[in-house]
């Protein structure tokens, strides 16, 4: 199985900041990576799709970069409404495979 | 608008089953894979079953093969997931949803439906 190890764990920054969340797969997964959020009590939300797509309705400061092994979710402006929990996936590969989360908070 | 309502959760005995059901609506059903993606409390994200558009191809994680089955009924917009010999680490908050137009990533969830294990 591919292994996806996602860091921090948990983060906090204020409003207005620029967030980098990683996300590091054990073997070349070829940009099949997606992110979600999910907010307290609710399910998750797609953001992004193949590394770099911005889902449908996502504001325009998130953002998905990465090839290879090594992906990022930049997050720009941060607003209260992007406290949450972010998740990456890969999908190049069965099993399908998520990494542990981020928890951002605000400071 | 795409909306997938699950439903048939519950709380449940060890060895006992259980089956859940995902309706959906706003998109074209029977034209997409549909996937069961799982969340124990307080912990990350757990991808439990694929079924594809035409019921041709089923994948399950190991930790639930041979105890779980996926399946649909296009005639009714509507996914399931049969649970036997149900174990406490099965508990979980349990999702559908629908696969991506470009990959098998989740692009549509719906609000889940706890199932708990216990004696």
């Known amino acids: 199985d591919i292994q996806m190890t996602q860091s921090p764990a948990s983060l906090s920054a204020s409003l207005g900041e620029t967030v980098t969340i990683e996300c590091r797969a054990s073997e070349d997964i070829y940009n099949g990576l997606a992110w979600y959020q999910q907010k307290p009590g609710k399910s998750p939300q797609l953001l992004i799709y193949?590394?770099?797509s911005l889902h449908t309705g996502v504001p325009s400061r998130f953002s998905g970069s990465g090839s290879g092994t090594q992906y990022s979710l930049k997050i720009n402006s941060l607003q209260s409404e992007d406290v949450a929990s972010y998740f990456c996936?890969?999908?190049?590969?069965?099993?399908?495979?998520f990494g542990g989360g981020t928890k951002l908070e605000l400071k | 608008e795409v909306q997938l309502v699950e439903s048939g959760g519950g709380l449940v005995k060890p060895g006992s089953s259980l089956k859940l059901s995902c309706v959906a609506s706003?998109?074209?059903?029977?034209?997409?894979?549909m996937h069961w993606i799982r969340q124990a409390p307080k912990k990350g994200l757990e991808w439990i079953a694929l079924i594809y558009y035409d019921s041709s191809n089923k994948y399950y994680a190991d930790s639930v093969k041979g105890r779980f089955t996926i399946s649909r009924d296009n005639s009714k917009n509507t996914l399931y997931l049969e649970m036997n010999s149900l174990r406490s680490e099965d508990t979980a908050m349990y999702y559908c949803?629908?696969?991506?137009?470009?990959?098998?990533?989740?692009?549509?969830w719906g609000q889940g439906v706890m199932v708990t294990v216990s004696s």
């Open positions: 706003g998109f074209t059903f029977s034209s997409y894979g």
């Open positions: 949803a629908n696969e991506g137009q470009w990959g098998d990533y989740f692009d549509y």
């Open positions: 193949n590394a770099n």
């Open positions: 996936q890969q999908y190049y590969d069965y099993p399908w495979t």
